[in-house]
Each structure stands twice: as C-alpha cells, then as structure tokens.
C-alpha cells in the first residue's frame, strides 16, 4: 500500500495544500519533495483501545496539524465558488480567545488567524463541521486530478489511527517520544504545554486542570503573542509527525473527544492517551488530516 498510495499522492500533489493555489504544475521532483514534506506513512498494526485489540491498516497521516494558511485558502476558495452556507459552518470564531480564563488575548482575536506571522501556526477556533468540510473540500480537490479508481479520502483520523500513530512500535509509551520525561538530555522541552507550579492548581469535578492563582509560564517564556508554537516545530516521532502531545488538542472522528492535550494543558495532559470532551470551536483544539485510498 505505501509505494501504491505515494504514487497517487505524488500525482496529485499539485492540488493539495498550497499548490492548490498555483498557477502552473509543479514539477515531478517539486511534487515529490511536497509529499515527503507534508505526510508521514504510518504503517499497519495494533492498538489497545477499550479492552480491545484492534488492528488498525495503514494510512498516511499529515506530519502536521492544519495550518492558518491551509485553511484560509479552503475559507477562500468557499467564497469565491458561492458556497456561503459551508462557509459560515467552517468559518472560524477568532472570539474564543476571548473566552480563555485567566489570560489576555485580545490582540489574538484580530491577528492570530489573519495576520501572515501566523500563518503556519495551527488554526483553531474551528467547528468539528468546518474540519469535515475541509476534510471534503481538499478531497473534491485532490481527485479533480485523478481517475476514479485511483480516487483518495482525506478525513480527521479515527482514535484507533490516532494511537497508532502516536504510539508507533510501543504501545506502553506514555508521549510520542521514547522515555517519560518532557525534557531531552540538553534539558529542552520536547512539547509546547503550559508550565505551572503543582502548588497553584487543582481539578475541579470533572478532573480538568484549573489555575488557581494566574503565573501561567507559556513555552519560550512567550508572551500572550506566542502562546502556540508553529505546526512544524519541537521534533517529531517516528513516523515523522509534529506535536502531536500539546500544542493543540485534536478532533477525533468516531469520538466527541479531543486528544494529546493542547497548549493550555500541563505536562501530565498532553500524554498520548490524554482525552478530553469536545465541547466545540476552541483556541485550544486543532485538527490534522489522514489519506486513504477509496478502493
């Protein structure tokens, strides 16, 4: 399946993400290039998941989350072809950022999605709707450029290929990287979560991390500026895959749940098999692609 679907991939290229925008094909290497840049292949295995072992068959999975960029030209392209009921579905609220305790983030409210600084952070604030819209826009998109049997499927992934692909070859690993620790052997972080002294949080009944007094330490010693770190940064695992403990939280298509923890979450909540509920558009909660073939 993998030198099957990275021919299909490779073909179609010029269609997706960027090169949608394009106005001339890019070459085969150009393409080539593209598809080893922006898709990891995660082959087929087993995942615990309730009690069950389940076997999960190989995908590729995008190395990073959907970026602002990605997503605006799916915004775009909705406006200009009329779609406007899709796009006030997918249309993203930048207003949760006013709704984030504890934290100042008005300036993120104007810029984070539209300013060309962020245009390769992940985009957030978005609906679960939006990303499936997105998921079938990028399809329609992809397949314009191949025969019907040839046709591929991008969708948000399921929790099962989700663990896989954050577990890899070790199920018992609690981060995407080897060892329990959140720091390398040089003493640099390995993910972008929220640094918070034990002594100022509690969990409220629902078990979800609250601050109690507001010393919330950002990554880098960021700013309210720079709270999320680019959808491609820190190190990935080994399946070349980005961030996928902390940073943003990510949807899950057979579940109302979030996965991997976000930005906002401490280091204990962005463990591989960290959940939360998916309560809606978030600047918390991202979401990242995985392409199958049809057939």
């Known amino acids: 399946m993998k030198n099957l679907l990275s021919t299909f991939l490779a073909i179609t290229f010029l269609a ?25 292949f995660v082959p087929s295995g087993n995942v615990v998941l309730e009690d069950q072992n389940l076997s999960v068959q190989a995908f590729y999975m995008a190395k990073t989350t959907v970026t602002n960029r990605e997503y605006k030209a799916f915004l775009d392209d909705l406006k200009v072809s009329g779609a406007l009921d899709k796009y006030e579905l997918a249309k993203v609220d930048s207003m949760g950022w006013k709704n984030l305790p504890n934290a100042n983030m008005q300036s993120f409210v104007k810029d984070y999605f539209n300013h060309p600084a962020y245009k390769d952070y992940p985009v957030v604030n978005v609906s679960k709707e939006g990303a499936q819209l997105y998921c079938e826009w990028l399809t329609e998109k992809t397949n314009a450029a191949l025969p019907k049997e040839n046709h591929l499927k991008f969708r948000i992934p399921m929790k099962a290929e989700w663990l896989r692909a954050a577990e890899g070859t070790n199920a018992q690993k609690n981060y995407t990287w080897d060892g329990p620790f959140l720091r390398n052997d040089q ?9 918070v002294p034990e002594s100022l949080t509690s969990r409220n009944d629902q078990g979800e991390l609250m601050i109690v007094k507001d010393v919330t330490q950002f990554p880098n010693n960021a700013t309210n500026t720079d709270v999320l770190a680019p959808a491609h940064s820190y190190w990935p695992n080994e399946f070349g895959l980005y961030n996928l403990n902390g940073n943003v939280a990510e949807m899950l298509a057979d579940k109302n749940e979030v996965i991997g923890g976000s930005w906002y979450d401490g280091g204990y909540d962005i463990r ?16 990242r692609v995985v392409a199958t073939l049809v057939n």
């Open 272 to 287: 591989n098999r960290s959940t939360k509920e998916y309560k809606g558009a978030s600047p918390m909660v991202g979401f």
């Open 187 to 195: 003493g640099e972080f390995l993910a972008n979560f929220s640094r």
């Open 16 to 40: 997706f993400t960027s090169s949608l925008t394009e106005q001339a094909p890019p070459s085969k290497k150009a393409v080539l290039k593209k598809l080893k840049n922006e898709f990891g």
